[in-house]
Every structure is written in structure tokens, then in C-alpha cells.
């Protein structure tokens, strides 16, 4: 335990991956607890969760479960509950949970236009509504949101995604919005656009898709859950404690570098 967590309870949604591999929110529990900070992991399957709170407790970390689903509110309420009676005050909040849908504004279904916002926007609302108070309590806080290139960007050459990319770019007007309000309460709001990073959220698109995504990035290396959670660390401790309101790519430099023409 290196301690830069160490006194600090810290909620992460979407804490356990969908499938087999380390996904973002997986990484960035770990290293929370490895920090030292308790961890809450969030989660509509308690039974991944469990898997993954056994694994942090047996490195030696402090995690428990909380099973729910927070884009309702009352989930999102017993949640922000569940965490202060457990450890007695809340400090972090990792805004982690997210899907994707397919389509264009031609051919997106309503219903999956709303089930993408829902989960990637009212989530991160929610769970910031019942969170900030205990915050305030506790004489401050950090708020993490995990964003995506896809709200950053406008990816050409691959299927249409409006619903997720116009709800990961909300993120960030959401970000800044919370930063803003709550700047001179020692609250402070960041938010991490995640690049192309192999997860177990993006396995199912096979070896090829793997290979291009690896080759849009200018490092031209592969990203992984470890380089989100190490920059998610950062945001959540003592050492950014001067940082509010910042949208910070970790892609390889995708967002910030293009291509010089030859």
C-alpha cells in the first residue's frame, strides 16, 4: 500500500468488467484500494462484484459491495447511504458506468437512445446528487467522470454511435458544471477521456478491430485499464487537489496530436 488513498472511502460504479480481462472500472478499484482507500464497488451483478471485492481483500484491501441499479434514484440514494454508515464519510466518487448503442440519428431507436443516456448521463447525475452532500459533510471531495474519445471527437469509418458520443461529450459540460458549483467548497470535478483501450467492454470485436484501433493511436501502442486507473489515482488524491475542471485524454495522444501531411 503506497498510501496516496490512505483515509479515503471512495465509491466506483460500474466497478466489476462484463466479461473475463481487467475493464477500467476493475483497474481503477484495485488501485484505490492498493492506495489505501476503502472502496465501495457498485454494481447491478453483486455476484461479479463479490468476485472482485474478494480479490482486492485478499491483497490486503478494504471493499465491500453494494448491488443496484443508479440510474434510479432511490438506488442512487441508498448507495451514497450504504457507503457513509460503512466507513463513515464519503471522499471519491468514480462516475464508471456506461454503454454503448448503435446508429445515426437516422436509424437509432428511441429506446436505445435513451437506455445510452440513461446510463452514461443519469447515472453520473444521480449518483453526484446523493454523493455531494455526504461531501460536503466530510469538508470536500473529488468526483471522477470517465468520458471517451468518442465524445471528443468525430470518428470517421465506423459505425454510426450518436447516442454514446452525444453522451459522453454531456460528460463534459457535466464535468465542468459540478466544477464550477462547487469550486469553493473544496469539491472538485474532473473528467478522464478514455482512448482506445482494450477492455473486456470492446474484446468482442475481434483480433482486426484490435489491430486498427492500436494503429489510430499516435504512440501506436495499445492502451490498457491500468493507464486510466493510474491517471484516475491522481485525480482522486491530495496531489491534484488544485486540479478542477479538467476534461485530461488518456489516448496515446489521440485527442491532442493529427497527422502532418506528407
Given amino acids: 500500500m503506497a498510501g496516496r488513498l490512505k483515509g479515503k472511502v471512495a465509491v466506483v460504479t460500474g466497478a466489476a468488467p462484463r466479461g473475463e480481462g481487467v475493464g477500467n472500472g476493475m483497474a481503477t478499484a484495485i488501485l484505490f484500494a492498493r492506495e489505501g482507500a476503502r472502496v465501495v464497488l457498485v454494481n447491478r451483478s453483486a455476484e461479479r462484484a463479490e468476485k472482485l471485492a474478494k480479490q482486492i481483500k485478499d491483497e490486503g484491501g478494504e471493499a465491500s459491495v453494494f448491488a443496484g441499479d443508479v440510474a434510479q434514484a432511490d438506488a442512487a440514494e441508498a448507495m451514497a447511504e450504504f457507503a457513509t454508515k460503512k466507513y463513515g ?142 491517471g484516475a489515482v491522481y485525480l482522486a488524491s491530495d496531489e491534484s487537489r488544485w486540479v478542477t475542471g479538467i476534461l485530461l485524454p488518456i489516448d496515446g495522444g489521440l485527442v491532442g496530436l493529427r497527422q502532418w501531411p506528407r
Fill in 89 to 230: 464519510r464519503l471522499d471519491i466518487l468514480h462516475n464508471n458506468v456506461g454503454i454503448g448503442g448503435p446508429g445515426t440519428p437516422e436509424t437509432v431507436t428511441l429506446e436505445t437512445w435513451n437506455k445510452v443516456l440513461e446510463a452514461n448521463l443519469t447515472t453520473t447525475m444521480l449518483c453526484s446528487k446523493y454523493c455531494l452532500p455526504k461531501m460536503k459533510q466530510g469538508g470536500g471531495g473529488s468526483i471522477i467522470m470517465v468520458s471517451s474519445i468518442a465524445g471528443a471527437l468525430g470518428l470517421m469509418g465506423s459505425p454510426g454511435a450518436v447516442a454514446y458520443a452525444t453522451a459522453k461529450a454531456g460528460l463534459h459540460g457535466f464535468t465542468l458544471s459540478v466544477a464550477a458549483d462547487y469550486a469553493t467548497e473544496n469539491i472538485r470535478a474532473n473528467c478522464i477521456i478514455v482512448g482506445s483501450v482494450h477492455t473486456p467492454m470492446v474484446a468482442h470485436l475481434g483480433a482486426e478491430a484490435r489491430e486498427r484501433r492500436r494503429k489510430l493511436v499516435p504512440m501506436q501502442t495499445e492502451g490498457t485499464a491500468w493507464d486510466i486507473a493510474h
